[in-house]
C-alpha cells in the first residue's frame, strides 16, 4: 500500500472507537499515535510513561477491532540503545504490526533530540531488526522539540532515509 501511485492516506486512531470511526470511514489502514495514548491515560507523550508493552497491547486492540493493518507510533523506539531499539521492532513484528515509527527523540526533558549519529545508528538496528518483515519509518522531531533548524531537519531525513540498510 505505502508505494502505490497516489500514495497512502494514514489517520492516526486515539482509542477503539475512532479506530472503528476510521475503519468505517473507508481507511485502508490506521496509526497509533504516542501522543493520543498517553493522553488518554492521563500520561506524558515522550517521556516512557506508557511503556512498550502498553502501547503493543493498543496497537493489537485496534488492529483487532478493525481488522486493518496498523502502524505504531512507538516514540523513540523505548530504549537507550540500538539494541533496546531492536528489541521493539522485534515485539512489533511478532504483534502483527505492519509498521513502526521512531523519532530521534530521547525521553530527556534536557536533552530532547538524540545526537545525529546516535539516531542515525539507531535507524540503522530497527531496519536490521525489521529485516524487511515491518515498513519501519524514521522521524525527526525537530520542530515539536523546539529545534527550528530545518537544516538539521532535512540532513536527519536524509540521512534516515539513505541509510535503510
Known sequence: ??????????????????????????????????????ATLGRSDGRHEVTRGEHLVHARL??????????????DGYGDTPEDVAATVEAAVTAGLAGI???DTSADPDQPIR?????????RSAVN??????????????????RPDLDDT?????????NRR
Open 115 to 123: 545526537g545525529f549519529d546516535d539516531a542515525v545508528n539507531r535507524m
Open 154 to 162: 532535512i540532513r536527519a531525513s536524509d540521512c534516515l532515509c539513505r
Open 62 to 75: 485496534l488492529g483487532r477491532l478493525t481488522g486493518l493493518p496498523v502502524n505504531g507510533d512507538f516514540e
Open 1 to 38: 500500500m505505502h508505494t502505490r501511485v497516489g500514495g497512502l492516506v494514514m489517520p492516526n486512531a486515539w482509542d477503539g472507537l475512532s479506530a472503528l470511526m476510521l475503519a468505517d470511514a473507508g481507511f485502508e489502514v490506521i496509526s497509533t499515535s504516542s501522543a493520543a495514548l498517553a
Open 101 to 103: 515509527g521512531i523519532e
Open 129 to 146: 531488526a525489521g529485516k524487511g518483515r515491518i515498513v519501519i519509518t524514521g522521524r525527526t522531531d525537530n520542530f515539536i522539540q523546539g
